[in-house]
């Protein structure tokens, strides 16, 4: 049985990468192996529920094929996604690895760490015990309601909802028991407190949708939750609620109804599936084959291995759409090859997070997967507009590790002989096929890029099982669940984004928001320079995706008044708030690169520097060249 809860190696290991006292439970405590039960239960539901999503689509493809569709597949998959989002999402956060701003906690000392965490925690215990009441009353309500092909209620799907409420908050309580116990005690009373007293002084006063104090308040606790360490799905969803009940403007009903139409899109079932077949092709073990095929190509380019780690990622983040898997994968595969050959392991880590940044706009990114998901932009299209101004980015960045490289005077690598060559070539076919096997049948029309993700996962198991040899039964199942919880983790932040989003229209934000930037005249210009700047820094403090699940549905619509293809636009902010979160020193996702590379990032950072300056460099031709990203939809009729 996985012991993955805070006390656990994984959640000691993600607590040193992001410089923060993990939390250690005692391994022989009653609660320990209750919460131990409940982790491991809740992992095999989740996992089911991966499994059952992925029969259902796949088996959907296959009848279809046949001329008989299964047209409830879609019902069916969207409530596996819902127990996916809630339940997922609920043990990402006990196992640590939901996404959260650290960096502002890492540097306070040890008291005032643990001050700032018990204080996290007790705002999760009041984010479910708001929010569970709410969803469980909404079920009742919407019990009569039936779904249109298997006529089961639609309440089925807001029951997830009121049960990841209910796991959050014994996961909260059970993070909360092994902390220092007068800290915990004093730090609830004020939680408590400063809740009921904002409960009752908009009781007493009256709710006010016009009073600016309002939004301060509500930014204000937004504010404060992200930096003493709240998860930020977490967050989204207490800022919403509590904007609600402070102006009035709509029942507190609406918060579960929300979080559920916020993942309501069908083309979020993609995400589980990319994330899953990344992992079945790392623990396959495609990357290394993947790795040694472009080694052959360009590692005898001046700068070696660092040109081959851009192009491997390149290819590598067209097939598992999550940029942090690309990370681990590619950075894992050639952390000894770079060792061996005396590469500076700060380098390495710049190069690898400026590669991943370029990778944001290769399909399947999961970035694209959601902005196609919460705006009208065509799917399709939008894969074909980021290919180019990827490979613009790592142009430049290959062009700058050419020129770096003589300073730091690495070494090129072996020369292969063309039998070593075909031999590894033919060995990486399987992950080559991948990436054409994903474009080609989008572009194409045979499939939806759900479908396609389906049909890769299936791909993905039969090459690391059958083909490669590297992965058992027990391996794959083990895979399915920990790509079930990472995929909670990016689906709940989705489906707060979705309420919070919500929330911020009838807020009238983005009237706000267009009115500011009318003072920009009608520049073009100084709209993307904006743009650049507010996607790079809200996605270094919101930790990438929450950035443009805020800002993408505000700021898109703005695109067309200023003369700008929205379609180009939604590629710059997906390389910005790309750029934000591989940025230090908050950037979440510099972590990780330094965690793999081994190295720290006081390190990595003053080496980012020049790469930053090219990454950015390369965004602004993308932002001001509309050609880059619109050349390869227009030339396949995509729009």
């Known amino acids: 049985m996985e012991s993955n809860n805070p006390g656990s190696s994984h959640a000691v290991q993600l607590a040193v990468e992001r410089q923060v006292a993990p939390v250690v439970l005692e391994p022989n405590g009653v609660a320990h192996r209750f919460l131990a039960q409940v982790d491991s239960i809740t992992a095999w539901i989740i996992g089911f529920a991966l499994l059952t999503e992925l029969t259902v689509l796949f088996g959907s493809i296959v009848t279809r094929f046949f001329g008989h569709p299964l047209l409830w597949s879609q019902e069916i998959g969207l409530l596996s996604l819902t127990v996916l989002t809630f339940s997922g999402g609920a043990l990402a956060y006990w196992r640590d690895e939901q996404m959260a701003v650290q960096a502002f906690v890492a540097w306070l000392p040890p008291f005032w760490q643990n001050v700032a ?18 969803a469980a009353q909404e079920v009742q309500i919407s019990w009569n309601d039936v779904t249109q092909v298997l006529g089961i209620s639609t309440g089925w799907y807001l029951v997830p909802v009121s049960l990841g409420m209910l796991l959050l908050l014994l996961f909260a309580l059970g993070r909360l028991w092994y902390q220092p116990r007068k800290t915990v005690l004093l730090t609830g009373i004020l939680a408590f407190a400063v809740t009921a007293l904002i409960a009752a002084s908009f009781q007493s006063a009256g709710p006010s949708s016009s009073n600016p104090a309002v939004l301060l308040l509500t930014f204000g606790v937004f504010g404060l939750q992200m930096l003493i360490g709240v998860p930020i799905g977490f967050v989204l969803t207490t800022a919403a609620a509590l904007f609600l009940h402070s102006s009035g403007t709509a029942t507190l009903l609406v918060i579960p109804l929300h979080l559920t139409s916020g993942i309501s899109s069908f083309v979020l079932l993609a995400v589980p599936f990319f994330m899953l077949a990344g992992a079945v092709m790392t623990e396959g073990g495609l990357s290394l084959p993947l790795a040694e095929f472009v080694r052959c190509l360009v590692g005898r380019i001046r700068g070696g291995l660092l040109q081959v780690i851009v192009v491997t990622m390149y290819i590598f983040s067209g097939l598992s759409g999550s940029k942090v898997a690309d990370v681990a994968a590619v950075g894992s595969t050639m952390k000894d090859m770079l060792k061996q050959n005396g590469y500076d392991p700060a380098e390495t880590t710049a190069v690898l997070a ?8 290769i399909p399947p990114s999961i970035a694209m997967l959601v902005l196609g998901s919460i705006t009208t932009l065509p799917m399709g299209a939008l894969f074909m507009a980021g290919l180019l101004p990827a ?16 300073h730091f005077n690495v070494r090129k690598a072996e020369k292969y002989t063309l039998g070593e060559t075909c031999r590894i070539t033919l060995r990486a076919i399987p992950a080559l096929l991948v990436p054409a096997f994903l474009v080609g049948g989008i572009v194409s029309g045979l499939a939806t890029p759900t479908e396609i993700s389906s049909t890769a996962v299936i791909y993905a198991i039969l090459i690391g099982v059958f083909g490669y040899k590297a992965i058992n039964g027990h391996g794959l199942w083990k895979i399915i669940r920990g790509s079930a919880v990472k995929a909670g983790t990016i689906l709940f932040i989705i489906a707060a984004g979705g309420a919070f989003s919500w929330t911020l229209t009838i807020a009238t934000i983005p009237h706000k928001i267009a009115a500011l930037f009318q003072y920009l005249g009608h520049s073009s210009s100084l709209f993307m320079l904006a743009t650049v700047f507010t996607l790079i820094v809200m996605g270094a403090i919101l930790e990438g995706l929450p950035a443009l699940l805020v800002f993408g549905p505000l700021l898109l619509p703005l ?12 590629i710059v902010l997906i390389i910005a708030m790309g750029l934000g979160s591989f940025s230090p020193p908050i950037g979440l996702c510099i972590y990780v690169c330094c965690s793999v590379t081994g190295t720290t990032m006081e390190e990595a950072a003053p080496r980012m520097l020049p790469y930053i300056i090219v990454v950015i460099l390369g965004l602004l031709a993308v932002a001001f060249i509309p050609w880059f990203s619109l050349v390869l939809p227009r030339l396949l009729h995509l729009i």
């Open 354 to 361: 400026a590669s991943a940044v370029m990778g944001e706009t």
């Open 391 to 406: 490979g613009v980015i790592a142009v430049w960045i290959m062009a700058l590790i050419y020129i770096r490289a003589r």
């Open 117 to 134: 965490r018990a204080l996290a925690d007790w705002s999760v215990v009041v984010m479910a015990v708001v929010v569970c009441p709410l």
């Open 559 to 570: 695109a067309p008044v200023f003369g700008v293809d929205q379609l180009q636009y939604g």
